[in-house]
């Protein structure tokens, strides 16, 4: 394992002062996809893309080729929609590539939408990301002016449009069924698979593709170099590069294209050009994978590659590359109950497991840490977690239509498994230490 | 103030224009609603049902759904302090704390001048620029207490105010689709002149 030295793929354009105009993508090879792939079936195109082996960079990793794939033939019309409504806690990548490299995001979307014929695309993106939506709204003008999207694209004789829509606040919306509710105008409340799959029944109850914006931003070098090019970085089971966020207690705090597989935890935290190691020579006390919904790791784990199946089968996930660091100093209950606050804020309220659930969940850690916790408090823990994903195992159960529920175990899980002491001490220093336990379901 | 005005009557028509279904403009409309008056009216909300042809109960179920929809006056600028985790781990809740004491109004409400709100919000992402902060969905990076006050002091004396628009201003840029350059192979049953 190492730090190696493959090429850079989707932040080549991070540092350039124009790279998010149309001259200076154009002048850095921009376009070049585009016009090479209408000169090509969408067939050849799909090709490629499957050859490359593109795990999704959103937080579940199916691969993109096998998910355009799933298209119904012959059933229009059909629709690309991109997710940009980037909101698990610790994840920061999309952002930057909408704000620092529009125009690479729109060739992606054109070049997903000829491969699978998609004639309308909708980018969706975050509501509270502003800049953004500015500098995605500037490529699309810049765009349909020069003749790139919209109307006979560069003189093809293939048209299509491409719409800039953007949310309003709701992390749920990041689950591709509820985005596709929301994109309708309606609350972000996710529907159920069966039926719902996107591909067959999604948008308008229309064919739909919805794909992360770090997967459609690989597609023009993809395009561009084949697909063999692609997957032979990284690993077979893992291809290509990634961007992880590497955030929390390092010393150098950042987003890094990494390549996958070949990297592992202990490079990404600890490599002087990436993270450098724990701040003020520290050690680590635990860190999170793949965003606020995964299972912490602990030291143990800092030898595993950047492999969606190894971090799987450790028990955790890569999700959306977002690694958090708790050195030594971390209060593991504190860490904990803010994960779960978060959880519970934004249980989107469709489903009773996760509504009540992890509202209960976030009242019991808020007394625990308010000194006002019982030692059954603990258990309580545990069996309102295991009444919302049952055996609390990995991958999660669920009782619920998406995986939010289940993800507000993830937290508690493992910090009441690793660090019980810490919890047992904030109810033994407690104003109530000698408290009755009260039955599940009383107010305290 | 209420119903949304001639100009953006108009900028409603061209932004359902661009959907296969007209109710995929909502989400749209009501920040065109609380761009013009800084938080949603019931007018407002009323008028966009109309051209939609959508309830009052419709609008108001979707508006109701989304953290930044604001149905009451808030401050001219508000201010999003992220507490999550990757900023909890650097500060946030410090910083917070920090904000609340300059600004002498807890998260939730507004200072007596109308001019800030403050906000205990969900990650932001910009984890590894913790901690970090929002006003009016702008950001500041790895922001220190004394940076926070000179920003209160810039804001109060109209010094940022090129750079951060007052509040229900989100993207100050807006697509553009001329009218020869539209496909439209997507839509159904929608004049182009709407576009």
């Known amino acids: 394992m190492a730090v190696t030295d493959a090429p850079k793929i989707i932040t080549t354009r991070f540092d350039q002062a124009d790279g998010h105009t149309l001259a200076g993508y154009e002048r850095t090879g921009g376009y070049a996809a585009l016009r090479a792939a209408l000169g090509r079936t969408p067939a050849e195109v799909l090709d490629e893309v499957k050859a490359a082996n593109i795990q999704g960079r959103g937080g579940a990793g199916f691969p993109a080729g096998t998910k355009w794939g799933f298209l119904p033939a012959d059933v229009h019309p059909r629709y690309l929609v991109v997710n940009g409504d980037e909101s698990e806690p610790g994840t920061y990548k999309d952002r930057l590539l909408m704000e620092r490299d529009p125009h690479q995001l729109i060739e992606g979307v054109l070049l997903a939408s000829y491969a699978v014929d998609a004639k309308q695309a909708f980018i969706y993106v975050r509501g509270e990301m502003a800049v953004a939506q500015e500098r995605l709204a500037t490529a699309l003008n810049e765009a349909y002016a020069a003749g790139l999207v919209g109307r006979d694209i560069a003189g093809s004789g293939w048209s299509m449009d491409v719409i800039l829509h953007w949310g309003a606040g709701a992390y749920i919306v990041g689950e591709e069924t509820a985005l596709i509710e929301s994109l309708e105008g309606r609350r972000g409340m996710p529907r159920l698979k069966p039926p719902f799959f996107p591909a067959v029944k999604g948008l308008y109850m229309q064919p739909t593709i919805v794909n992360n914006v770090e997967t459609l931003a690989n597609i023009p070098w993809i395009v561009t170099n084949g697909g063999a090019a692609f997957a032979a970085l990284g690993t077979e089971e893992s291809a290509g590069m990634r961007l992880f966020a590497l955030s929390g207690h390092v010393r150098n705090p950042g987003v890094y294209e990494v390549e996958m597989g070949k990297t592992t935890f202990r490079d990404l935290i600890e490599a002087p050009v990436y993270g450098g190691g724990i701040r003020n020579g520290g050690t680590l006390k635990a860190f999170i994978p793949g965003g606020a919904s995964a299972p912490w790791f602990f030291e143990e784990h800092l030898d595993l590659p950047l492999s969606k199946a190894t971090v799987d089968k450790a028990g955790s996930m890569l999700g959306s590359g977002a690694v958090v660091v708790m050195d030594d100093t971390t209060d593991a209950v504190k860490a904990c109950a803010r994960v779960v606050r978060f959880f519970a804020h934004e249980s989107c309220g469709k489903c009773t497991p996760c509504r009540e659930g992890t509202t209960w969940l976030h009242q019991i850690l808020q007394r625990i840490l308010a000194g006002d916790g019982r030692p059954s408090d603990l258990e309580l823990l545990m069996d309102v977690s295991d009444n919302i994903s049952p055996g609390i195992t990995w991958p999660p159960k669920q009782t619920t239509i998406c995986p939010l529920g289940p993800s507000a175990v993830s937290p508690i899980a493992s910090a009441l498994r690793r660090f019980r002491p810490e919890f047992e001490a904030y109810i033994a220093g407690g104003r109530h230490a000698a408290a009755v336990p009260v039955e599940v379901g009383a107010r305290g | ?195």
């Not at chain 2, 600028?77 to 002498?104: K, P």
């Not at chain 2, 709100?117 to 992402?125: F, G, L, Q, S, Y």
Request: proline residues 4%; charged residues 25%; negative net charge.
């Open chain 2, 1 to 195: 103030m209420a119903r949304l005005s001639p100009e953006n009557e108009v900028l409603a028509r061209q932004i359902i224009g661009r959907y296969p279904r007209s109710r995929s403009a909502l989400i749209p409309l009501l920040h065109v609603a609380q761009e013009q008056d800084g938080w949603v009216t019931d007018e407002a909300m009323g008028h966009i049902g109309e051209l939609l042809g959508l309830s009052s109960a419709e609008v108001l179920g979707t508006c109701s759904f989304y953290e930044m929809f604001k149905r009451e006056p808030v401050g001219t600028y508000l201010v999003n302090v992220c507490t999550n985790i990757s900023c909890q781990l650097l500060g946030g809740e410090e910083l917070l704390e920090h904000v609340e004491e300059r600004l002498g109004v807890k998260a939730g409400a507004t200072t007596a001048d109308g001019m800030f709100t403050v906000e205990d919000v969900e990650c932001i992402a910009a984890c590894t620029e913790a901690p970090c902060l929002q006003v009016n969905y702008r950001y500041f990076h790895r922001i220190t207490h004394a940076a926070f006050d000179t920003l209160v002091d810039d804001l109060r004396a109209g010094r940022r105010s090129d750079e951060i628009p007052t509040h229900g201003t989100t993207t100050r840029v807006r697509q553009h689709v001329p009218a020869d350059r539209w496909a439209g192979v997507g839509a159904d049953g929608l004049a182009p002149e709407v576009r």
